[in-house]
């Protein structure tokens, strides 16, 4: 069975930092991994995702602020947020990307202002 369990959400304020961790049980690692996210009454929109060899890409919107890694070893990727705004508020989920045919139950992100 395919699990990803999604952890480390939180609430905190303008310019704090977050690091979510995803893991991934049930299935070869050796996949694509997205971060996604929705805010309240909007779609859900991809954040970040990271290849199996490591390749990454961001949305315009997180450039330069949060970072996507994985650890193959644990089978567990993470997405390391810094420099945090109140449009970052949502739920995060991660997926496997960009098929999206598994996912977590996310974890809720909270930045004050």
């Known amino acids: 069975q395919v699990q990803l369990v999604e952890s480390g959400g939180g609430l905190v304020q303008t310019g704090g930092s977050l690091r979510l961790s995803c893991a991934v049980s049930?299935?070869?690692?050796?996949?694509?991994v997205g971060w996604y996210r929705q805010a309240p009454g909007k779609q859900r929109e991809l954040v970040a995702f990271?290849?199996?060899?490591?390749?990454?890409n961001y949305a315009d919107s997180v450039k330069g602020r949060f970072t996507i890694s994985r650890d193959n070893g644990k089978n567990t990727v993470h997405l390391q947020m810094n420099s945090l705004k109140p449009e970052d508020t949502g739920v995060y989920y991660c997926?496997?990307?960009?098929?999206?045919?598994?996912w977590g139950q996310g974890t809720q992100v909270t930045v004050s202002s």
């Open positions: 990271i290849g199996s060899a490591g390749r990454t």
């Open positions: 997926s496997d990307h960009p098929y999206g045919i598994h």
């Open positions: 049930g299935i070869i690692f050796s996949i694509n």
